[in-house]
C-alpha cells in the first residue's frame, strides 16, 4: 500500500504557486527582507517562523499587497503580482487581530467580500452558509462579533477570509489569542480544513510547536533571511545551523575540532582532558575545522555506571526539571558544561533513580547528534 | 474562629458609609440641576402664562398678589397668540432650515479636517487637536466680530478677490444667510471636529486593510467601513452643532441681514426692543419643546454607543 507522500518540493518538474526571487525590503535604512528566494507550492500549509522582527509579518503583508518590494520579484500561479494592488490579488488574508467588521454580523461579515464580486444573492447566500457550516458558526450567524466569544471570533475571520476560495490564504498569528487548550484544538481543526478546502495556506506565528504541529513545511527565518526550509522533520533532526537548532526545541551544543577517523564519522575534541566525542555527518569536515555537536536532550541517556555506548561523559546532576510527563536532568559536566537529558517519567516519581548531587554518566549514540559548522 | 477581626468591622462601617457617600453623590448634580434649570424653567413658563403690564416687573399678575390669586389668572393666551401672528412659525421654520443646513456644511468641512488629523503622524495629532481648541481662547463675539471685518464690502475676502481679479465688484456677502452660514460653520466646526476625530481615532486600521483584502478600492473601504464605523461621531457632532445653532442669537444679528429671520433674534426683540416679557418667554418655551426631541435623539444615542462598547 504505497500512498504517496505530499511533497512537491522535491519534484522538480512542480511548478510553485508562489516564488520569491531575490526579494528585498528596506524600511528606511532597516533591511526587513534580504535578498530572499523561496518557493512555495500549491496545497502546501507553509508556516514562516521567526522570532519578532525577524521579516515573516512582512513577507506575508507583501504577499497580501500591504508592502511593495524594494528589489526582486514575487510570482503567484507564473505571473509577477508587484503592481496588482490587494483588492485584485486572489489572495485573502486572516488578520492577527482578526479585523471583523464589529457593524456587521457575522453573516455580513462572510459575505462582505463575496458581495463585492458579485450581484448574485441566492449564490451569495449559499457560499455564506457553506463556510458557516465549515466553521460550525450556524448558530451565530446573526451575532455582531462583540456577542460572541474569541474562538467564534477565530473562526468567523476564517470564514471570511477563506469564503472567496483564494488561491492562498495567509494567517498572520491566527492562534496567538487563544488560550492553550483551545489552541492545540483549533491547530487541528486548521489542518481539517486546509485539507478540506485544497488551499494554500500561508502561515505566520513565531510559536514553534504551533508550526511543527500545523505545516508540511517550515521556513526558519531570522533577521530578514530565511535559516532553514524543510519539513517539520527534517528541521527538528537535521537543523544545517546552530540558529535553527537552537530555535526549534532545546538542544545541547558542544564545541570543537573536527578530526575524521574514517568514512562520514568524526572525531569532536569538545574539551582538553576529555575523551573526544564520535559523531556521524554526512556534510564534510576538514581536519580540526571549529565545528558544533547538536544534540536533542531526547537522544540522551542517563545511567548510575558507565554504559557501553559510542559516547559516554561522566558528570553530576545539577537540576531536574519536573514536566509530569518527563524529567528533564541537568547534568554537569567537569568542565563545567551542562548537558540536558530528557527521560520519559514512566514510573512514579517517588521511584526516581537519580537525585540531585548524584554522580552520573550520560551517553549518547554516534547517530544521535548533529555536526553543524555554524 | 474568635471574635470579628477588625477589618470586617471596619468593612460593615465603611458599607453604611458608602451607601451615604452615594446618595449624596448622586443628589449633587440633581441639586445643580434644579438649581440651574428647573427652577429657571419654571419661572420662564410662570411669566409665558402671563400678561404684559406697564410695571416692573413688566407683566401680572406677580407673586405679590398672593399665590391663589396668581395661579387664577394664568392663561395661555401668549402660546395662542403665537400661532396667530405667521411670523413666529416662520421664524421657528427659517431656523431650523439654517440650523439643518449649517449642521450639513459643518460636516461637510469638519470630516476631512477630522480624518486628516486621525492619519496624521501621532506625533502631530496632539498639535493638531491643539490648533482645532485654539479659538476658544479668544472672546466668542470677538470672533465673530471679525468675520464682519472680513466679509463685509470693503472687507478682507472682497479686497483679496478683487485684487486677484476673480470679482471685478465686490460681493454683498455680510447681511446675508451666506454670512450667517459661514458664521456657524466657523464658530461650531470643533464641536463636529471633535467627536469624529475621536471615532476615527479608535478605528483600528487593520479594519479597512481587510475591507481592501477582502475586494474593496480605497474608496469603497471608505464607505462601507469608515464612515459607518465613525457613524456615532458624526451623530454626537451633528447635534452639537444643530442644537445650539438653532437659538442662536449673536450670529445672525451681526452677520444676518433683515432677510435673517431666526427664532433667537425674534426672542431678543421681543425682550429689549417690544418689551413684552410674556410673549418672549412663551418663545422660549416653545424653542425648548423643539429642542427636547433632538435632545432626547442625542442622549439615546450616546446611550448606544455605552451599550455596544460594553
Known amino acids: 500500500m504505497a500512498e504517496t507522500v505530499f511533497a512537491p518540493w522535491d519534484d522538480p518538474n512542480e511548478k510553485p504557486l508562489i516564488r520569491f526571487r531575490n526579494v528585498t525590503k528596506r524600511f528606511g535604512d532597516f533591511i526587513a527582507i534580504d535578498d530572499l528566494t523561496l518557493d512555495i507550492f500549491e496545497r502546501e500549509f507553509f508556516a514562516l517562523l521567526g522570532p519578532s522582527g525577524c521579516g515573516k509579518t512582512t513577507m506575508m503583508r507583501m504577499l497580501a499587497g500591504f508592502e511593495n518590494l524594494t528589489d526582486g520579484s514575487i510570482e503567484l500561479a507564473g505571473q509577477d503580482i508587484a503592481g496588482v494592488p490587494a483588492n485584485k490579488r486572489a489572495v485573502n488574508m486572516m488578520f492577527q487581530s482578526y479585523a471583523l467588521f464589529p457593524h456587521l454580523s457575522v453573516w455580513d461579515n462572510i459575505a462582505f467580500g463575496l458581495r463585492r464580486e458579485s450581484n448574485d444573492k441566492a449564490a451569495i447566500a449559499a457560499r455564506v452558509e457553506e463556510m458557516l457550516k465549515l466553521t460550525r458558526l450556524e448558530k451565530f450567524a446573526r451575532r455582531k462579533p462583540h456577542q460572541i466569544s474569541g474562538g467564534q471570533r477565530q473562526r468567523v475571520a476564517l470564514a471570511r477570509s477563506l469564503a472567496k476560495a483564494p488561491k492562498l490564504l495567509l494567517l498572520d498569528e491566527p492562534l496567538g489569542a487563544l488560550d492553550a487548550k483551545l489552541r492545540e484544538a483549533t491547530q487541528f481543526e486548521l489542518m481539517d480544513i486546509q485539507e478540506k478546502t485544497g488551499t494554500t495556506f500561508v502561515i505566520v506565528t513565531h510559536d514553534q510547536e504551533e508550526a511543527m504541529t500545523v505545516a508540511s513545511r517550515v521556513a526558519v527565518m531570522d533577521e530578514g533571511r530565511v535559516m532553514q526550509v524543510a519539513t517539520p522533520e527534517r528541521i527538528y533532526e537535521a537543523p544545517n545551523s546552530v540558529y535553527v537548532a537552537d530555535f526549534i526545541g532545546d538542544v545541547n551544543i558542544l564545541r570543537g575540532q573536527a578530526k575524521p577517523i574514517e568514512n562520514e564519522t568524526y572525531e569532536v575534541n569538545w574539551a582538553a582532558q576529555q575523551t573526544p566525542v564520535v559523531a556521524a555527518s554526512t556534510r564534510p569536515f576538514s581536519d580540526g575545522q571549529a565545528c558544533h555537536l547538536a544534540i536533542r536532550p531526547e537522544k540522551v541517556a542517563i545511567h548510575r555506571d558507565k554504559p557501553e555506548a559510542d559516547n559516554a561523559v561522566q558528570g553530576k546532576v545539577l537540576d531536574i526539571a519536573y514536566l509530569g510527563n518527563l524529567s528533564t536532568y541537568h547534568v554537569e559536566l567537569p568542565t563545567g558544561d551542562i548537558i540536558k537529558a530528557q527521560v520519559a517519567n514512566t514510573r512514579r516519581i517517588s521511584r526516581r533513580d537519580f537525585t540531585w548531587e548524584d554522580p552520573v554518566w550520560v551517553s549518547w549514540t554516534k547517530t544521535a547528534g548533529v555536526l553543524l559548522a555554524k | ?310
Open chain 2, 1 to 310: 474562629m474568635g471574635r470579628p477581626g477588625l477589618g470586617e468591622l471596619d468593612q460593615d462601617r465603611r458599607g453604611a458609609f458608602g451607601e451615604m457617600r452615594r446618595a449624596v453623590l448622586i443628589a449633587v448634580p440633581y441639586a445643580w440641576l434644579f438649581a440651574l434649570f428647573l427652577i429657571p424653567f419654571a419661572v420662564v413658563f410662570k411669566i409665558s402664562l402671563s400678561d404684559i403690564a406697564l410695571a416692573i416687573p413688566p407683566y401680572t399678575p406677580t407673586a405679590k398678589d398672593g399665590i391663589w390669586n396668581m395661579l387664577s389668572q394664568l392663561d395661555f393666551e401668549n402660546f395662542i397668540f403665537l400661532t396667530e401672528d405667521d411670523l413666529y412659525w416662520k421664524a421657528y421654520v427659517s431656523s431650523l432650515q439654517i440650523a439643518l443646513i449649517s449642521m450639513l456644511l459643518t460636516l461637510l468641512v469638519g470630516y476631512p479636517m477630522a480624518y486628516a488629523m486621525a492619519r496624521a503622524p501621532e506625533q502631530w495629532r496632539p498639535t493638531l487637536l491643539m490648533l482645532v481648541i485654539l479659538p476658544f481662547w479668544t472672546s466668542f463675539l470677538i470672533r465673530v466680530y471679525a468675520w464682519v471685518g472680513i466679509l463685509s464690502g470693503e472687507g478682507f475676502l472682497n479686497q483679496f478677490l478683487l485684487w486677484i481679479g476673480i470679482i471685478d465688484a465686490p460681493l454683498t456677502i455680510l447681511n446675508t444667510n451666506t454670512a450667517v452660514y459661514i458664521g456657524i460653520v466657523y464658530t461650531y466646526l470643533p464641536f463636529m471636529i471633535l467627536p469624529i476625530y475621536s471615532a476615527l481615532d479608535r478605528l483600528d486600521g487593520s479594519l479597512i486593510e481587510a475591507a481592501e483584502d477582502l475586494g474593496c478600492s480605497r474608496i469603497k473601504a471608505f464607505w462601507l467601513v469608515t464612515i459607518p464605523l465613525s457613524r456615532n461621531g458624526i451623530i454626537a457632532g451633528c447635534f452639537l452643532v444643530f442644537i445650539p445653532a438653532l437659538g442662536e442669537f449673536v450670529i445672525p444679528s451681526l452677520l444676518g441681514g433683515s432677510g435673517t429671520l431666526m427664532i433667537g433674534k425674534v426672542l431678543f426683540e421681543e425682550f429689549f426692543s417690544n418689551r413684552d416679557w410674556p410673549v418672549a418667554s412663551a418663545v422660549a418655551v416653545i424653542l425648548l419643546l423643539i429642542l427636547i426631541i433632538p435632545i432626547v435623539l442625542f442622549q439615546r444615542n450616546e446611550q448606544k454607543q455605552v451599550e455596544a462598547e460594553g
